[in-house]
């Protein structure tokens, strides 16, 4: 994608009572600001370009504001973050925006109650990666320094302290992800402020980017974003094409017991390629899924702060839904509801092969969150190519269920034939026997494993 650079509009939204972020509830409302995506498709109407950060926090709307996005980053040299039109300079002789303003956006947002936290990756013409455990332990010490607890001569933020750290991983080397989350984790472990990580994979299960950080590292939130693939949220009774029962196996079964999973959704008809709902529908939908899982259900996501400001009669209604019906602590609706996806029983899954964008698709903005939706999964599968739904290993040709394997959290296919859904996790010496979602087959990566259509 092209970056454009947009004038910052003034105007500010409504104050009202704050609200705040509880990590128990079922309820809480997070957003993505710093790149007018709806900028990108109105350039000659700037008045309604995002706003500055603090317009976002004055009222109850929103309890998490991600910043979107440092989009460049490995051991070569500074990090380098993109705010679209919020800040453009950099500091002398780096290619780092220093951004003074936002960080006293930031202090003034979390005043209010509001987490503030710092989104890494995003899709288009970026350039990251941690390809070793060494890279990601290292680069943890950089963001530690120069956006959270720690000092560094270059703070973009200035002596604003960010809330936690956000992965939105769509390319790039991925396998020090873990590590990188492990390392914040040591710092964070010695603070006296909470810190918040999550995660945004797209809804494709397994995520291609983002499969073994989310089974192998502590996360807080799982923002998974169902739109811009066949799995959006306008197929949720479409058992081949949306499966939130993997989605809340792989969070039930992370480092963190208290982890939670968002659903994510578009914030205007333009904000995605896909999955953009009308009120009643989308009620209908969130109802049952918080009905079926409401152990894990976090609240929901909104892609993007700019696709609120011009849509806000839509949205407001669907946060008071939201706060109304999804109350912290309370118990599920007592409607009788049908169960979401598929029944067989799936676990966290490592990397893929199957490219997967994170962050909406639209032809008209130049500042999205990727690139383009996932092309390699919109066919239905026949009845006479789906996948076995046995978890039952080819005999001879793969672990053997209960048996002893070496490497904590190794991950292997049943059998190489693309036609059988079973696969194993070495979980404390042992092979664990778990099961792709129905219709699906497990493939084998190199090290890693992915799920997809089975072969013909």
Known sequence: MTFARYLLAAAGLAA???AAYNPTCSNNIVTYWGQNSWGGGHLNDPANWEKDLAAYCQDDTFDIINLSFVT???LTGLPILNHANHCETPFPNTKTMHCPAIGADIKTCQAKGKKIVLSLGGGGIYSYSLSTAAEGKQFADTVWNMFLGGSHQYRPYDDAVLDGVD????????????AFVNQLRTYFNGASKKYIISAAPQCVFPDANLGTTLSGA???NDYVQFYNNPCNLANINNQWNFDYKSWDTLTKANP???????VGLPAGSGAAGNGYLDLNTLQADLKQLYTNYTSTFGGIMLWDASWYSNNQAYVSSLVSWVRANMKCGSTPPTSTTTSVGPTSTTSAIPTSTTK???GPTSTTSTIPTSSAPITTTTATPTSSSAAPTSTTSASGTGPVAGGPCSS???FQCADSTGKNSAYFICNNGAWLQQACGSGTACFQSGSSIYCNWPSA
């Open 356 to 358: 997967t964008s994170v």
């Open 72 to 74: 460049n980053y490995n």
């Open 167 to 178: 992965l939105d991983i769509e390319s790039g080397a991925h396998d020090g992800y873990v």
């Open 256 to 262: 963190n017991p208290n982890s939670k999973m968002y």
């Open 16 to 18: 009202v009572a704050s």
């Open 218 to 220: 502590w996360i807080d």
């Open 408 to 410: 904590q959290n190794t």
